[in-house]
């Protein structure tokens, strides 16, 4: 399968000056400059099939790209949840907790301090949205997302599961652009079904490990 991984153009949302990431702020006006040359480029894919997001600058940009395309939304590809900052402006969090501005993508989510959603709960609910949309066996598919979405389905469709190398930036994709992957769908949903079966069950028992009891 080829794998289709784009990023929304920029949201109003910095503009208005909320920090949490699930402000559902439309495109900035001229987003489509800012798009062009990824819809240039992807307009010769064969019949795609097309998820994104539900927030905004996901589906306008989604629509955007793909004007004869219905897109199918598909919640658990959301963006983080920010915590205790989902709705604090960012000025807020610069005059109460300017130490959390300096902070990097990866000390935010492999520690958070603030309620915020953790990178293995977003691996879990990206793993969730992927079994989702994996199993239609379509042979191009496009995820238009957010960056730590994006960034998560890179590096599980790599087969890479050591969720604490997830916040690294190795997939860094900028606003309005893409990355393409070729993936084999039924290798990752096995992985991921093993995985939530092993987190299911849990740590073995000792009598599971054939101790004396």
């Given at each position: 399968m080829e794998l289709v991984?784009?990023?929304?153009?920029?949201?109003?949302?910095s503009r208005v000056g909320i920090w949490g990431r699930l402000y559902d702020a439309p495109l900035i006006e001229g987003f489509e400059e800012q798009l062009a040359e990824t819809r240039a480029a992807l307009e010769c894919?064969?019949?795609?099939?097309?998820?994104?997001?539900?927030l905004?600058?996901?589906?306008?940009?989604?629509?955007?790209?793909?004007?004869?395309?219905a897109v199918h939304v598909v919640e658990e590809f959301r963006a983080y949840h920010s915590g205790f900052f989902e709705e604090k402006t960012e000025s807020f969090i610069r005059e109460h907790n300017p130490e959390y501005v300096s902070l990097s993508y990866r000390d935010r989510f492999l520690r958070p301090h603030f309620d915020e959603e953790s990178m293995e709960a977003q691996a879990s609910r990206v793993e969730r949205g992927i079994l989702?949309?994996?199993?239609?066996?379509?042979?191009?598919?496009?995820?238009?997302?957010?960056?730590?979405?994006?960034?998560?389905i890179a590096h599980i469709t790599s087969l890479n599961w050591e969720t604490d190398t997830y916040a690294d930036g190795t997939y860094d994709v900028a606003e309005g652009a893409f990355i393409r992957k070729t993936v084999d769908p039924v290798i990752v949903l096995t992985n991921i079904r093993d995985r939530i079966g092993r987190k299911k069950s849990g740590p073995p028992t000792r009598e599971g490990r054939g101790g004396n009891g």
């Open positions: 991984l784009v990023r929304h153009a920029t949201s109003m949302r894919l064969e019949e795609p099939k097309v998820s994104s997001s539900p905004s600058r996901c589906l306008e940009t989604a629509a955007f790209i793909f004007p004869q395309k989702r949309v994996f199993g239609a066996g379509d042979p191009i598919l496009v995820i238009v997302a957010h960056y730590s979405t994006i960034n998560i």
